[in-house]
């Protein structure tokens, strides 16, 4: 007699994905619902979370949300939306997040505050109108994508490396407030991944595969860019019961860059 497949790693778990629509995000999303999760998929661009949704759908029921993380009332109305939809939210996967370059003299104040709202005010906000639903029903998993920029800062990203700096510590922040009431939370620090952003930034340099080459070498150890894949494949472990007594972690996966 031949066994049944085994259950998926978030069989009966509801995840909402923020930034879902390309990258790291969108490979979370796909493999989440592989594994057995109702995924919720945010992003600014819903035709690019639609699309996801339909290819996902196969595998799990999902559906997609057009929201931005830096608007509180937005956020709160996604959260509400998935709720409302699944009865309840064991996972929040925290990706969306922007680059800017310039150090503390040339950036524009704008531009800190574009930077700090998109990456580090939107995961305040997720969190806040998250963890209510989550401490009703007993607990869930919280995972935001920080960088190796929160530990190690680079020439000219003043305001992305104090973004991600905060991500760790509001992390932590989370993660030592709510435990007590089952709730993880845990970031990912990845080094450079070979994403839609970073391939247009790439076209943007005078020689583009050339841009790709150097900045694959900083891995120092794999010498090339992380697939987004083996981002998902660690958000995967973090959102999953697997990792229950991880909390309050920052975990690298960057190819050695923080290793020189």
């Given at each position: 007699?031949?066994?049944?497949?085994?259950?998926?790693?978030?069989?009966?778990?509801?995840?909402?994905?923020?930034?879902?629509?390309?990258?790291?995000?969108?490979?979370?999303?796909?493999?989440?619902?592989?594994?057995?999760?109702?995924?919720?998929?945010?992003?600014?661009?819903?035709?690019?979370?639609?699309?996801?949704?339909?290819?996902?759908?196969?595998?799990?029921?999902?559906?997609?949300?057009?929201?931005?993380?830096?608007?509180?009332?937005?956020?709160?109305?996604?959260?509400?939306?998935?709720?409302?939809?699944?009865?309840?939210?064991?996972?929040?996967?925290?990706?969306?997040?922007?680059?800017?370059?310039?150090?503390?003299?040339?950036?524009?104040?704008?531009?800190?505050?574009?930077?700090?709202?998109?990456?580090?005010?939107?995961?305040?906000?997720?969190?806040?109108?998250?963890?209510?639903?989550?401490?009703?029903?007993?607990?869930?998993?919280?995972?935001?994508?920080?960088?190796?920029?929160?530990?190690?800062?680079?020439?000219?990203?003043?305001?992305?490396?104090?973004?991600?700096?905060?991500?760790?510590?509001?992390?932590?922040?989370?993660?030592?407030?709510?435990?007590?009431?089952?709730?993880?939370?845990?970031?990912?620090?990845?080094?450079?991944?070979?994403?839609?952003?970073?391939?247009?930034?790439?076209?943007?340099?005078?020689?583009?595969?050339?841009?790709?080459?150097?900045?694959?070498?900083?891995?120092?150890a794999i010498r090339r860019l992380i697939k987004p894949e083996e981002v998902a494949n660690l958000a995967l472990y973090l959102a999953s019961?697997?990792?229950?007594?991880?909390?309050?972690?920052?975990?690298?996966?960057?190819?050695?860059?923080?290793?020189?």
């Amino acid at each position: 007699m031949a066994s049944s497949p085994s259950a998926g790693r978030l069989e009966g778990k509801v995840a909402m994905i923020t930034g879902a629509g390309s990258g790291m995000g969108l490979a979370s999303a796909l493999l989440f619902a592989k594994e057995g999760a109702k995924v919720v998929m945010v992003d600014l661009d819903l035709s690019r979370t639609e699309r996801i949704s339909n290819a996902a759908h196969g595998i799990q029921e999902s559906f997609s949300i057009k929201a931005d993380v830096t608007n509180s009332t937005q956020v709160k109305e996604a959260v509400e939306s998935a709720v409302r939809r699944f009865g309840r939210l064991d996972v929040l996967f925290c990706v969306a997040g922007i680059v800017s370059f310039g150090n503390v003299v040339n950036l524009t104040e704008e531009e800190w505050d574009r930077v700090i709202d998109t990456n580090l005010k939107s995961m305040f906000l997720c969190a806040k109108h998250t963890i209510p639903y989550m401490v009703k029903q007993g607990g869930g998993s919280i995972v935001n994508m920080s960088s190796v920029s929160g530990l190690v800062a680079g020439t000219d990203e003043a305001a992305y490396d104090a973004s991600k700096a905060g991500i760790i510590m509001l992390t932590k922040a989370i993660a030592v407030d709510f435990g007590s009431k089952g709730i993880r939370a845990n970031c990912i620090c990845p080094a450079s991944t070979d994403t839609p952003f970073l391939r247009r930034y790439a076209e943007l340099t005078p020689d583009s595969q050339k841009f790709l080459d150097e900045t694959a070498k900083m891995n120092v150890a794999i010498r090339r860019l992380i697939k987004p894949e083996e981002v998902a494949n660690l958000a995967l472990y973090l959102a999953s019961d697997e990792s229950s007594a991880v909390t309050g972690a920052s975990i690298i996966i960057d190819g050695g860059y923080t290793s020189v």
